[in-house]
């Protein structure tokens, strides 16, 4: 099965020129945990809850009302429409995410998938082997 069959999508994103509390507002209204960045509908980063909570609510130097890009995380993990969910998953392992961005053969994204649309879309099993891997501690000095 591939990705697109099962992706989120239509994605919300923002730009990174957003304010941080407007990424906020919208992963409220949409009850969502994270928020790819783009710019000419190519993603530069993502912002996620935790982002705003660690470098932002938490940092007494940062504000609410700063742009976006002063918390995303660059260089998104992001996979292709029509890679096959196996491939996702173990991308989602070897990355640690729990989250990819879905991008299209122009590197625009499509959307966006979880482990949970594994889990409830296609194997939990896949699900429970991708998230063993997301959650292993390594020893990685580039983390």
Known sequence: MRIRKIMSEPVISITSEDA????????RRHAIGILPVLESWCPVGVITDRDIVIRAVADPER????AVRAVMSRDPISCQADQTIAEAAAVMGDEQVRRVLVLDRSEHLVGVLTVGDIAREVSEELAGQALGEIVEFRKNPDR
């Open 20 to 27: 941080i509390i407007k990424a906020a507002d919208l992963m």
């Open 63 to 66: 504000a609410l009302d700063q």
